[in-house]
């Protein structure tokens, strides 16, 4: 208990857990306080680990695109530049502090969701009236990409808070553009279903290894952290949309195929 108090979680109980169960002993209450510690301090273990690999993923994040800053704003200075040149450094830079800014933005969001006392506010909405206007506010994206958008949508009207589902479908919506090549489409579709409703979100895109998709709503993660960093991504997006989901109970779902693209389901169910 002192080891674990002073931050060292590192601790090997087994031998003491063994000489109980050689005598068959494992009902006696010291067994029971030595399997109790044991287990204890594998589960702050894991936490700290993870507190450790969330400080290192934050730095990583943020010292990237401060250097990039700090090295544009730096040869900005030069007096031989070109205003072409200088043009050109302060769009990176400028673009560089978008980036900061929406990790901030996500990291704040996150935090927010993983709070316990985080109430929803759920009324009742028309939920094909919502994609068709989150459809519409991002068409300047789709429409540069020159992405069709297949859209078929029922009337449906569903109970949930809006405004965490507008989040859900910006961001997911956000990941098929960024990741369908020029020229490819995007599906979306609701019907009813056993379990209430599905939103259907399938793209002609890149698509997913399947070792990654098990890990795509891990914070920081990145399939391919080299198109990610091209696309402004932080890997927090799909964080907020699994938290999101949870919350409100529901079902997502994700199929992906490299090359062919990927299909993610969201059942919107009507009993909780």
Not at 66 to 91: C, D, P, V, W
Request: aromatic share 8%; hydrophobic share 35%; proline share 2%.
């Amino acid at each position: 208990m002192k080891m674990m108090s002073e931050g060292n979680f590192n601790i090997d109980l087994s031998f003491y857990k063994n000489q109980f169960l050689e005598n068959k002993d494992n009902d006696h209450p010291y067994y029971q306080i030595v399997n109790s510690i044991h287990h204890m301090a594998e589960k702050l273990g894991e936490m700290e680990g993870m507190r450790q690999e969330f400080i290192s993923n934050v730095s990583h994040e943020i010292q990237s695109p401060l250097t990039s800053i700090s090295g544009f704003a730096h040869t900005l200075k030069n007096e031989g530049l070109s205003q072409e040149q200088r043009n050109h450094y302060l769009e990176i830079i400028e673009t560089e502090s978008i980036r900061l800014s929406k990790l901030s933005e996500n990291l704040l969001k996150l935090t927010s969701l993983e709070s316990e006392h985080l109430p929803l506010e759920r009324k009742k909405y028309r939920l094909d009236h919502q994609l068709r206007r989150i459809i519409l506010a991002n068409e300047p994206q789709w429409m540069e990409k020159e992405i069709n958008m297949d859209i078929s949508l029922e009337n449906i009207t569903v109970s949930a808070d809006e405004d965490m589902m507008d989040q859900v479908w910006i961001n997911l919506l956000h990941n098929s553009i960024k990741f369908t090549p020029k020229g490819g489409t995007i599906f979306v579709e609701t019907y009813k279903s056993v379990e209430g409703f599905t939103v259907k979100i399938r793209d002609t895109g890149i698509g997913i290894e399947k070792d990654a998709l098990m890990h795509i709503f891990e914070r920081f993660y990145k399939a391919d952290e080299s198109r990610s960093r091209d696309t402004g991504g932080n890997g927090l997006g799909l964080s907020i949309v699994k938290k999101i989901i949870d919350l409100h109970k529901y079902i997502i779902e994700v199929k992906s195929d490299i090359g062919k693209g990927t299909e993610i389901h969201v059942v919107l169910k009507s009993r909780h």
